[in-house]
């Protein structure tokens, strides 16, 4: 069952304005101030994740999931309209106690390759 060390593909994104802006209304900050930080869920968790609840090796059980941690580190923020590429990764996958602690980071890299942002995030599967 254990994936640790599994890369999944890049999936390419594009830092939609008018979603931002939607975003950045929705928590109360302002459209003109750019992408913001917690924009990140988008296009890195949103982007990456599914490749690995949707992988049968994995056998991650989505029912019994709990999303206990996550963690951001920005190079510097995405523009509006830019494309990203973003790339998960298992770094860990460890089982103790009827309990299953996966950490799955994602890389997201703009255009020309310079990072963006890297994210961690810990999922606790129960037995």
């Known amino acids: 069952m254990g994936v640790e060390g599994k890369t999944y593909p890049p999936v390419t994104s594009v830092i939609e304005p008018d979603r931002v802006a939607a975003f950045a209304r929705a928590i109360g900050a302002d459209p003109a101030d750019g992408v913001p930080p917690t924009y990140a869920a988008v296009y890195a968790l949103g982007a990456t994740a599914p490749q690995l609840f949707g992988d049968r090796e994995a056998a991650v059980d989505f029912a019994k999931l709990l999303h206990a941690d996550q963690e951001f580190e920005w190079d510097r923020h995405p523009k509006p309209g830019e494309t990203v590429s973003s ?7 460890i089982s103790r106690r009827g309990m299953r602690f996966l950490t799955f980071e994602s890389h997201t890299t703009g255009e020309g390759g310079a990072g963006v942002c890297r994210s961690r995030m810990l999922f606790v599967i129960r037995s």
Do not use: F, K, T, W
């Open 87 to 93: 790339q998960g990764r298992v770094v860990s996958d």
